[in-house]
């Protein structure tokens, strides 16, 4: 009879938790799936009830609100050469036109 170390029952109590947390990661969206449905629908709801368009990134200036709705002269609205006034502006920078 062969004799068991004490690592070979450690490596298989260690092999067998994660073959289980493997399958309940594969398993969970399958329960949950009918709950994030209903959330969508809700989400879906107030968007169409408060008729918002995009997605807000930023909601300091109206230039970093979104990038595609962005305008080229808006963060220097007082001066070509001023400071920016909000942090996000030297995070999402206007988004580049073509031709200008």
């Given at each position: 009879?062969?004799?068991?170390?004490?690592?070979?029952?450690w490596l298989a109590l260690?092999?067998?938790s994660a073959?289980?947390?493997?399958?309940?990661l594969l398993?969970h969206?399958?329960?949950?799936?009918k709950?994030?449905r209903?959330?969508?629908q809700?989400r879906?709801?107030?968007?169409?009830e408060?008729?918002?368009?995009?997605?807000?990134l930023?909601?300091e200036?109206?230039?970093t609100r979104?990038?595609?709705?962005?305008d080229?002269?808006?963060?220097?609205?007082?001066?070509?050469?001023?400071?920016e006034?909000f942090?996000?502006?030297s995070?999402v920078m206007?988004?580049?036109?073509?031709?200008?």
């Open positions: 009879m062969p004799l068991v170390r004490k690592s070979d029952l260690v092999g067998a073959a289980v947390l493997l399958l309940l398993a969206p399958a329960f949950v799936a709950r994030l209903e959330k969508q809700e879906k709801g107030l968007v169409r408060l008729q918002l368009t995009d997605l807000c930023f909601t200036a109206s230039y979104h990038p595609t709705q962005a080229l002269h808006t963060p220097f609205q007082d001066h070509p050469m001023s400071l006034h942090p996000s502006g995070v206007p988004p580049h036109f073509p031709g200008s």
